[in-house]
């Protein structure tokens, strides 16, 4: 089976990345690691708390100036 163009691109990098790391020590070379937090909540719901609470809080403003 014939390669596509991204598999290709893929394949390229992957063979570009490894020559930067042949004849290093593991402690030289730089690891892929994603040390960004996940949030606990999604954000979705974070903006249905924000709608619940900011949205009340905005109803009830309104109704104790014009009621």
Same mark, same amino acid.
């Given at each position: 089976?014939?390669?596509?163009l /991204? #598999?290709?691109? *893929?394949?390229? !990098?992957?063979?570009? /990345? #490894?020559?930067? *790391?042949?004849? !290093? ?6 690891? *892929? ?7 606990p ?27």
């Open positions: 089976m014939a390669q596509t /991204e #598999q290709r691109r *893929r394949n390229a !990098k992957f063979v570009k /990345e #490894q020559d930067a *790391r042949r004849g !290093k020590a593991e402690t030289d070379v730089k690891k *892929r690691t994603k040390d960004t937090p996940k949030s909540i999604s954000p979705f719901w974070l903006g249905i708390l924000g709608f619940v609470v900011f949205g009340g809080l905005l109803f009830e403003v309104i109704s104790r100036v014009f009621f």
